[in-house]
């Protein structure tokens, strides 16, 4: 399966962005779609996944209520809608595709290539 995020850029603090993250080459629905992030020296962190029904999302803590994860099967396209942005957030953002729910990175299958999202006035 190959995954392609897009959306990122640049915005100020308390702004919005959407990422969207497009997947092709599998059967999309079958599988749990993740979203994560790295920032500059840290490692990759989990932001949030959504299983393949829709129906059960989960979210890092520093992200809750602010950010959410949707999922369109029939476009084969899952989203991130990002809000009240903070310069903390600043990072290459990369979707993900698994089988099993998991805030782990080793628990997902294939990636797709990023997406910076820069948060700075």
């Known amino acids: 399966v190959q995954l392609q995020a897009s959306g990122g850029g640049l915005v100020q603090p308390g702004g919005s962005l959407r990422l969207s993250c497009v997947v092709s080459?599998?059967?999309?629905?079958?599988?749990?779609l993740g979203w994560f992030r790295q920032a500059p020296g840290k490692e990759r962190e989990f932001v949030a996944f959504?299983?393949?029904?829709?129906?059960?999302?989960h979210y890092a803590e520093s992200v809750k209520g602010r950010f959410f994860i949707s999922r369109d099967n029939a476009a084969n396209t899952a989203y991130l809608q990002m809000n009240s942005l903070k310069p903390e957030d600043t990072a290459i953002y990369y979707c993900?595709?698994?089988?099993?729910?998991?805030?782990?990175?080793?628990?997902?299958?294939?990636w797709g290539q990023g997406t910076l999202v820069t948060v700075s006035s």
């Open positions: 993900a595709a698994g089988y099993f729910s998991s805030v782990s990175p080793n628990a997902y299958v294939s």
């Open positions: 080459g599998r059967t999309f629905s079958t599988y749990l």
């Open positions: 959504i299983t393949w029904s829709g129906g059960n999302t």
